[in-house]
């Protein structure tokens, strides 16, 4: 049980190109999230999914892409990397159901736009 | 969710109680005190939460005042491994909507445990 995994660790971009950060769990949740995280900042929701084939908007969403085409993928897509994207991201896991919803997160990828 | 307010930083020294506090004076009757840490920039860890009893679980223990305004985590023994930065969270508890499955965090306490 790997729990939730993030691909890669580090990227290091040039302003204006695309490119996908991969997360996947093997819990079966039904929920799966992105955030961000600024240096000195608590995280903030980028995007989120309640299941395959469903995604909304968080706080942030702006300059990014989801989809969710199977309950264990939930890929994030920057598609003009600007350099204000610049932070860590981190997504994070859990199901819908039951008190506690605890969320898992994984590592995060640390991305840096020049 | 309700705004929660929390010391930027705190020290304890090691083997003893490291008590954090938390303020949620605006908290509604159906709203949890969730508890999450992140330790050097790893993802962020779940440790407890509650709705207005006291909880306990392996890591820790979560006391909530009896008007559910304010909150302390504690963790009993600290260790150095404790070291981390620690968020009180208020947010609506049981079986979610999306939107409702959201964490809003604040900046949190940073909690360094010292020899």
């Known amino acids: 049980n790997a729990g939730v995994t993030q691909t890669p660790k580090f990227q290091v971009l040039k302003t204006g190109q695309s490119m996908t950060l991969q997360c996947a769990q093997d819990m079966n949740h039904e929920y799966m999230s992105w955030y961000r995280q600024d240096p000195g900042m608590g995280l903030r929701l980028i995007h989120y999914s309640v299941g395959a084939g469903i995604t909304d908007q968080g706080e942030v969403p702006n300059g990014y892409n989801v989809s969710r085409s199977t309950t264990e993928d939930f890929p994030l897509r920057l598609l003009s990397a600007a350099p204000s994207q610049t932070s860590v991201y981190f997504c994070?896991?859990?199901?819908?159901?039951?008190?506690?919803?605890?969320?898992?997160f994984g590592p995060g990828t640390r991305l840096t736009v020049t | 969710d309700a705004k929660t307010t929390q010391p930027t930083s705190m020290d304890c020294a090691e083997g003893r109680a490291a008590n954090l506090p938390c303020n949620h004076s605006?908290?509604?009757?159906?709203?949890?005190v969730y508890w999450y840490r992140q330790i050097h920039s790893q993802g962020p860890q779940y440790i407890i939460h509650g709705l207005k009893n006291n909880e306990t679980n392996e890591m820790a223990s979560l006391i909530i005042t009896e008007d559910r305004k304010s909150s302390t985590l504690i963790l009993p023994h600290a260790t150095l491994r404790d070291t981390a930065v620690y968020y009180c969270?208020?947010?609506?508890?049981?079986?979610?909507?999306?939107?409702?499955?959201?964490?809003?965090f604040g900046t949190g306490t940073q909690l360094k445990v010292e020899l």
């Open positions: 969270i208020v947010r609506v508890g049981g079986v979610l909507t999306g939107g409702g499955n959201k964490l809003t």
């Open positions: 605006t908290i509604s009757g159906n709203e949890y």
């Open positions: 994070a896991s859990s199901t819908l159901s039951g008190e506690s919803n605890e969320q898992y």
